[in-house]
């Protein structure tokens, strides 16, 4: 009997070791993974690089208190100034505490300038943000959040596509719109460019604040650094987390000028945040994937993956409904439920995951090789033509 808590619904399955896109079950089984930790291990497991940084870190020094300089986060933080909209980074643990503390940052500013009531944040109906108290209320899903009251009041939710009730949902009382570039646990929903920039407008015209969470859709997945370049449009405040630390758990909230004039000394902290075991992973997570070289192929690869995988929607049109996403953050919407499609993927040693709407999520690491995609497409075919 297992001792530990259940809740999560597990596979009966275990894993020995990784090595790149796959994993060795404890069976002795090579499965083809395609879940990556659900976008976490975004150079895929056991990078060398990583291994050696990881290992050289851990005989210096794991593990020092904010209340000091840690030179392996101001590196970090400087670079991810330079190349990218933030001006200020506040490292965290977790998307959850990310999300969560952008919610701070974005308060936290309207008080600093006198407008302390100025602190509802508008999201859309069913995002997700995370498992806090705080991030289950902003994705406002009653699946869960029930059971879990009181309610966190401050949040106020308009359902994905509904511009009319966004607009009408501004009051003087918004500090700021939170949503994810792409939703990703929500069925891989792609947020239109243009809808973006109309986004953006509206949020300056009503002088509020902007929040992407790129926890899932950020770190290259796009095969663009952030999934919001794209659009052209530069946000205030970012949450990210997921493929930052490579499967070291790292995150961070990412912003500009303006809005980081709030986060005064003692405004915000966390004891593991930004330690110099994390930071020297992420430092070399982040310099790999925001090289431009490595950003196009990520691109290539994926605008391959998505032209197969819509070949083989066009084939097997009763089963696939969608093919969702961009670049490696992939949704396969089915027109029934999912879960005989993604145990039958697994039975032939492809390991996908569950997304709502019947999407069955498909999340490669970003340096898949080619042969790779095509086993994967290979097995999405013949579950396919099994069930067809
Ligand atoms: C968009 C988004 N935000 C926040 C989170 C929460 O991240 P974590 O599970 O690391 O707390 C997730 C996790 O899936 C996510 O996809």
């Not at 590196?75 to 490292?91: E, H, P, R």
């Not at 000028?257 to 915000?268: C, E, L, N, R």
């Not at 027109?335 to 709502?356: H, P, S, W």
Request: charged share 25%; proline share 3%; with cysteine.
């Amino acid at each position: 009997m297992s001792n530990l808590a259940k809740n999560y619904n597990r596979k009966k399955i275990s894993f020995k070791k990784g090595k790149g896109s796959y994993l060795f079950s404890n069976k002795g089984k090579k499965y083809l993974d395609f879940v990556q930790g659900i976008a976490v291990n975004s150079l895929g497991h056991a990078h060398p690089k990583l291994i050696r940084v990881l290992n050289n870190q851990s005989k210096k020094l794991w593990h020092v208190s904010n209340a000091f300089i840690i030179p392996e986060g101001e590196q970090l933080a400087k670079k991810i100034a330079k190349k990218t909209f933030a001006d200020f980074v506040m490292f965290q643990n977790s998307g959850a505490e990310a999300t969560e503390a952008a919610i701070k940052v974005a308060r936290k500013y309207f008080y600093s300038i006198g407008k302390p009531n100025k602190n509802r944040i508008l999201c859309i109906k069913n995002s997700f943000h995370g498992r806090t108290l705080a991030t289950i209320y902003a994705s406002g899903s009653k699946k869960m959040t029930e059971g879990f009251g009181p309610k966190v009041s401050g949040f106020d939710h308009f359902n994905f596509g509904d511009h009319k009730s966004l607009k009408k949902l501004i009051t003087k009382n918004t500090a700021a719109v939170m949503i994810e570039t792409i939703m990703g646990e929500g069925g891989i929903k792609v947020i239109p460019d243009w809808c973006l920039k109309d986004l953006r407008k509206l949020c300056n015209q009503k002088k509020i604040l902007l929040i992407l969470d790129e926890v899932q859709c950020g770190i290259g997945r796009t095969g663009d650094f952030f999934a919001f370049e794209k659009s052209k449009v530069k946000p205030d405040i970012v949450p990210i987390a997921k493929g930052i630390g490579g499967g070291f758990p790292v995150a961070a909230v990412l912003m500009n000028k303006k809005v980081a004039s709030g986060m005064t000394p003692g405004t915000h902290g966390s004891t593991f945040g930004g330690n110099p075991l994390a930071m020297q992973v992420s430092n070399t997570v982040f310099d790999i994937i925001s090289n431009k070289v490595f950003l196009n192929n990520v691109k290539k690869n994926s605008s391959y993956f998505h032209k197969e995988l819509n070949k083989i929607k066009d084939k097997y049109p009763k089963i696939i409904k969608e093919v969702r996403g961009r670049g490696f953050l992939i949704g396969l919407q089915l027109y029934g439920d999912q879960t005989d499609f993604i145990k039958r993927l697994m039975d032939n040693k492809l390991l996908t995951i569950r997304a709502a709407e019947n999407v069955v999520r498909v999340l490669p690491p970003l340096n898949v090789k080619k042969n790779e995609i095509d086993q994967a497409l290979r097995i999405i075919k013949k579950v396919c033509s099994e069930i067809y």
